[in-house]
């Protein structure tokens, strides 16, 4: 970089400004809940997060939670407990606030590539570097990652992600002991940023492609990488390498028991690559119809039409960055770029349901960003010197302007479509009627609000959409034996276990409804199974016990019952069939011990229990059922 076009300290406003921008674009994102099942399960009904004391910290570092292993997301997250409770908007806050300082990294990023990259000085400089920071920050595919809870992880890894490459950009330039620190300090941040979003694996290879350009450190021709003169760069990149893989490694690791992961087809990895790759391309230029979910077909076929189109674009756009690569690099190396970063999640193995997301693009999209910067930086440059510069300035910055301001109206919207769980599942329908995981995930939320037959309409039009998938089915079966629909709710039970035929939860819910149904010996049938693959399951035991209950094996049943409840069964269900049964027994004394227990735990099974106390003792199925 030329010394005239070194960062001064002038550019502090800058940076302010886009921390402050940020900070109002995502202001409706203050009111959002915690959303969806994922937000439930991490911390609406998770204690084990909620502080930084000894038992937090051991949790948060050995914990693979929804199949993510992100200690240092945990820790953010433990002190938003400490600060907020369990109130979201000290955590949306927290979110927010994370995402403009990475903004702000980034327009520092943004000035040394751009000053290397191109010739822009001074103020047009500064200008390109703003625009490019105000274009990744504030643009709608960042809601997503922003507005919701549990991707803390992408703006976490993303402030430690562009301090990363910040201070290695800047030992580039340095010598001596200075470079060794920033080196040093460099692989620190890579390392929290992996703790935060095994994602960002790829780094080491993002480094390489930056020392090829703009840094121009490392030769273009491979033939040359091994010469004397540059094979300290292979050197400084071991650290950073070593911890790329070992968080690649342990990605795989934590994937690999989980039944929701699996590895696809060659041509539907390819389809899903290219899909995604395109995706990301159009939608940074494009950003409508944008949703939570883009739901992964049965198949990927690759001569379906949007899948082929997606491989003609890919395939094209790859030809056309080759073909003019010496003229223009920086074509080459974005492209290049953002295939890296969408790598570990647009490949062969499959995790869960998505063909890609919106979140994908949190780092995927910077390079995007960075050629908005230059081409406004080049046009404010070029307007300088027309006969005509300041009024050609003037509609150049206008015509930005409305054009990040138009982006940042529609991130202002976006953002609030992550408000409730059925504002959001209700948008994804609305933008596809056919996905059917969409329509799974709203009727799971509506269950929870009692409109059982509501939540049924909408998984019995999962279940035609995609019989294929089993968690339709599963949570047709609980809606129906909500509903009392007992006959309906085993069947659906029953499909859910020919395409898992080792669900335990799918055989515990079969079983209960089983028992309700005066099938006991059957439950216990299907229960046999569960209780050898899940013997540490509470509530395997506690239907269990209910079955045994109604066939009069009391004995059996209170064993049943007492190991379901030395498993930490979190409900009343186990201590009330467990009373009734010593009732069953004439052990009423026993019996009014688990509903002193009751009283607190559960009250409204202690209300049931308590109007047979001390009458005469209950038999039947209905006394371990309710």
Do not use: D, F, T
């Given at each position: 970089m030329d010394s005239r076009c070194r960062i001064r300290p002038t550019s502090a406003v800058l940076f302010l400004a886009v921390l402050l921008l940020t900070v109002v674009t995502f202001a409706p994102a203050l009111r959002n809940q915690f959303v969806g099942l994922d937000d439930g399960t991490a911390f609406v009904g998770n204690v084990a997060y909620r502080g930084l004391g000894w038992p937090q910290l051991r949790w948060m570092f050995t914990t693979a939670l929804l199949e993510n292993y992100v200690p240092v997301a945990w820790l953010s997250l433990g002190l938003d407990y400490r600060l907020w409770g369990m109130d979201p908007a000290g955590y949306h806050l927290t979110s927010v606030l994370l995402h403009a300082v990475g903004a702000g990294l980034f327009y520092l990023v943004a000035l040394h590539l751009l000053g290397r990259a191109t010739r822009l000085c001074g103020g047009a400089l500064r200008l390109a570097a703003f625009a490019a920071a105000l274009f990744f920050a504030l643009h709608p595919l960042r809601a997503e990652s922003v507005a919701w809870v549990s991707e803390r992880r992408d703006v976490l890894a993303g402030v430690f992600f562009f301090t990363t490459v910040l201070l290695y950009c800047r030992a580039a330039d340095a010598a001596g002991a200075r470079r060794r620190r920033l080196l040093v300090v460099s692989v620190c941040a890579y390392l929290l940023a992996l703790g935060s979003k095994p994602m960002v694996m790829t780094v080491p290879a993002v480094l390489v492609l930056l020392d090829l350009y703009p840094l121009r450190r490392l030769p273009v021709d491979p033939r040359r990488w091994l010469d004397p003169g540059v094979r300290w760069l292979w050197?400084?990149?071991?650290?950073?390498?070593?911890l790329g893989l070992a968080g690649g490694l342990t990605s795989y690791l934590v994937h690999a028991g989980d039944a929701a992961v699996g590895t696809l087809p060659a041509s539907s990895a390819i389809a899903k690559a290219c899909y995604s790759l395109w995706f990301h391309t159009y939608k940074t230029f494009l950003p409508l119809g944008l949703s939570p979910m883009y739901e992964l077909p049965a198949r990927a076929n690759l001569l379906e039409p949007r899948f082929l189109a997606a491989t003609l674009a890919v395939v094209g756009l790859t030809g056309l960055a080759l073909r003019f690569a010496a003229a223009w690099p920086a074509g080459l190396v974005v492209w290049a770029y953002q295939a890296l970063v969408l790598a570990p999640v647009s490949g062969?193995?499959?995790a869960g349901y998505q063909i890609t997301a919106d979140r994908f693009s949190y780092l995927a999209g910077l390079g995007w960003a960075l050629l908005v910067g230059a081409a406004a930086g080049t046009l404010w440059r070029a307007a300088r010197s027309a006969s005509r510069g300041r009024?050609?300035?003037?509609?150049?910055?206008?015509?930005v302007g409305l054009w990040i301001g138009a982006l940042a109206v529609q991130t202002w919207h976006q953002a609030q479509i992550w408000r409730t769980t059925d504002t959001l599942w209700q948008r994804a329908i609305a933008i596809d009627p056919a996905c059917a995981i969409c329509r799974s995930h709203l009727a799971a939320s509506l269950m929870q609000r009692g409109q059982t037959e509501a939540a049924i309409e909408q998984l019995a039009r999962a279940a035609t959409l995609r019989p294929d998938r089993y968690m339709a089915w599963g949570r047709l079966g609980q809606a129906y034996d909500q509903a009392g629909r007992w006959p309906e709710a085993i069947a659906a039970y029953r499909r859910e276990l020919?395409?898992?035929p080792r669900a335990v939860d799918a055989r515990i819910g079969l079983g209960g409804v089983l028992v309700k149904s005066g099938r006991p010996a059957e439950a216990l049938d299907e229960l046999r199974p569960a209780l050898a693959d899940a013997p540490n399951q509470p509530a395997v035991h506690t239907v269990t016990g209910q079955a045994l209950a109604v066939l009069g094996r009391s004995p059996d049943a209170v064993a049943h019952f007492?190991?379901?409840?030395?498993l930490g069964a979190r409900d009343g269900a186990a201590r009330l069939g467990?009373?009734?049964t010593y009732l069953q027994l004439g052990e009423r004394g026993l019996a009014r011990e688990q509903y002193d227990v009751l009283v607190t735990l559960d009250p409204p099974r202690a209300a049931a229990l308590r109007t047979v106390l001390d009458g005469p003792a209950p038999a039947g199925q209905r006394t371990v059922t309710r």
């Open positions: 050197i400084e990149k071991l650290p950073y390498a070593v062969g193995v499959q009024l050609l300035r003037a509609i150049g910055v206008g015509v020919s395409l898992r007492q190991r379901a409840i030395a467990l009373a009734w």
